[in-house]
């Protein structure tokens, strides 16, 4: 009886976006008299971080600081269309139609700056502070606070901006399957590190080591979130989940969280993650989204790992004590 | 160095303090007065006529408000992917005349109280005559099968006259004629959950102009609307969506399912009413991500390059199509994974059985497909003594290569995951496997 160690890989890619596309979402953004940008949207935030990445790129283009954006969003009464948080499409697309909503935001903030200050707008540059200054002349500048009430009171102009994105919708060619299905591709490669307990069937996951690349990482510590988080899913995924574990059989559906097990902070692997950067044309900031792909290539890595450690292939997911002892017995011709 | 001064920097989560102290709002802390509560009776079988309906003891229940059949919908079918031009329309909103998978639901009890709507529930008498079904994806297919859907009239989704979705890249046949070596092997997964913190559901609160306030966990607002719209025959401004605060969704809150039958339960009763899924429905009810059944054959020579690959793919949809033909789709599209394989052939199946509907879910179309494609790797490394990590490298994709959907790879950068992976673990790459790179042929 022993616990025989083994190390698996696998490598993926993952198509970002609404596949074949057709999927717009729309972004408003507008200045208050406080000098907050409010961006309006119907986006919905998981709990992935959606509100705070659009936020960041609503700021970077502004060229104000982060705490000077608010985001309003999720209501349809108030907030643009949205097709919805599916599809590693949200930073991508919501990121993308904020963006342009706080171009052209910014375009009128610093013309409505060049006539409260007298300049030309061109002369004028943010440096994420919050004042918008002449270039080259830093003491001649004005707090977006003071510009925005110039605005309202004094210039009678909005600071305000419309953003949209959409990929065009791709048909497929039902012959060949010819289509344009993605915006980008992100990619992965996973090396698992697990133990097998050979007289118990249980599979251990010791380590995993994640190397992503996903364009530009617009939140890294969101991203390794989503990285770490996502390997956690994958890990339950491989060894521990199926809501009809004897399918086809419709039996022994679980009910509750006391027979679906999921791994608690006792299974949890160490986690070494690197992230890769390599910025897409067409996303925002050159970002290509991280919503899903991390809880794919943990399962093959460990379904790997598992045939390094102990020669069982494991063919049908999850890998669970059973089916590998049940394996582990007919490799020894013991069954 | 960016030049950025907010992209790129690890600002806090905006929701995390929110959450960890539990001040974050979601959509079961508004307690409007009158709320109502609706369950539902659901079949006990998988695959039934429904002879008779009795709700008589149910109605008597004290607290129940009214019970709700498909006659009080307005339109009873879903409407998932009519709005991108999918059809059929194949699921009632409430079971009528047929039940086809258990735990479909068949009445909905509107009550005072939780506790009164599950009693209701379970006081509702249902009389079943039995109907064969089938649970396996090959026996659906086989001539003869019972058929689940007859909306769909086959056990398949049909795309554009096709049984299945088809990649056809090269030739698959002539390279398996003059490989090295040919490999099949077969990978299987069961149903899995999405097991958000917060189980799928929505409070509906009637307006005193008439429209209706709809607090959701949906993941797609203005996509719940329109649906809701659809079924209830109302105008689209009729409705409000309320939402953007979810406690995990994972692809399980894009089906529009709870916001229809409680918005007709508002309207009638003219009372905010509360559906939520208790977490038996979360996990047995609510579509889960497909079970999926793959056979990977493949074409290789004796240096390791794969010349062709023959996928089939079984996605097993459930009693209905939900969003299993779009995932099908993107299944088809992510076929033969991160390589350049010049002759690619799938058949990617949408199968209706017996069971819970699968729906969207995390890596929808992918996950599964990862699994057996770099198990598939890894079996042909192993048969062939080579190191896994250079027989990926031989065989990855680059940019300008054509894929096999025949759209120009651009942005890869799997060689160079492949090799920072390697260096995180000491895993050696000979110079010629370092010296790779994505970009350049």
Redesign the interface.
Known sequence: MAKLKG?????????TGM??G?DPSQALIHSTTTGTFVVSL??????Q?L??VV???A??VL?LP?ENIL?D?????T?P???????SRGTHRVGNAVIMAAAEAREVMLAVAADELEVDPGDLET??TGFIAVKGAEEKRIHITDLALAAHFKHGRTISGRGIFLKE?ST?V?????????S??A?????AVVEVDDETGVVEVLEM?????I????????VT?QVEG?AW?GMS??LF?????Y????DH?????TE?L?PGPADIARQ?S?I?E?P??NGP?GA?GI???T???P???I??AI?DACGV??????FTPERVLRDLDALKGTT | MTG????????????ALG?VTGRTEFFEDLNPPGLLHLKMARSER?HARLAGIDTSEAEKTKGVVRILTADDIPNNLFTPLKL?GVEPDDEPILAEGTVRY?GEPICAVIAETEAAAYEGAAKVVVDYEDLPAV???EEALREGAPIVNEHQRTNFFT????HC?????GDVEQAFAQADHVFE?????????H?PTETTGCIVVPQADGRLRIHSD??????T?DNTALILGTPFNK?????????????GK?DVVVEPVSCVAAMLTGRPVKFVYN??EE??VSS?RA?ERIIIKDAVMSGGRITGRQVTLYV?SGAYARHSP?GT??A???LP??YAIPNVW?DCHCVF?N??PSS?M???????A??????Q???IA?ALDMD??QL?LIN??RDGDLT????P??????I???Q??AE??G?DLPAEFQEMSSWQS
Not at chain 2, 165 to 169: P, W
Not at chain 2, 239 to 251: E, N
């Open positions: 190390r698996g890989y696998a490598s993926v890619n993952y198509p596949n074949l057709g119907s986006s919905v935030d998981l709990g971080g509100k705070t936020a960041q790129c700021a970077e060229g982060f985001i969003t999720a209501d349809t009464d907030g269309h949205c097709m919805g948080t599916f599809a440096d994420g919708q497929v039902p012959e060949t399957g010819e289509m344009d299905p993605d980008c591709q990619h992965a490669c996973t090396v080591h994640n190397a992503y690349e364009g530009r990482a617009l939140n890294p510590a969101m979130q996502g899913m995924h491989a989940e199926a809501t009809e574990p399918y086809p059989a419709r559906g679980p009910a509750d969280f679906y999921m070494y690197v890769l390599r897409a044309d900031f290509k919503g899903e792909m809880a794919n290539a399962i093959p890595a379904a790997n045939f292939r494991v063919e049908t997911m999850p | 950025y001064k907010v992209i790129g920097s690890a600002v806090q989560r905006s929701d959450h998988h991108i258990r649970f396996d994806v795309y554009e006259g096709h979705r088809r990649i056809r890249f092997w077969r990978y299987q997964s069961a149903p899995i959950e097991a949906t993941q797609a607002c203005f996509f609307l409705l409000r969506i309320v939402g953007g605060t979810v406690g995990g969704g994972f692809g894009v977490r038996r996990m047995q889960p079970a097993d779009y789709t993107k088809a599209a992510h994974g991160p799938a059985t069971r819970t969207a995390r890596g929808f179309g992918v996950t599964i990862d699994f057996a494609l770099e198990s790797m890894d079996r192993r896994p990590l990926r990855a994709y096999a959907h025949r759209k790879a651009e942005g890869t950068a799997l160079e995951v492949i920072k992976a995180m673990v895993h």
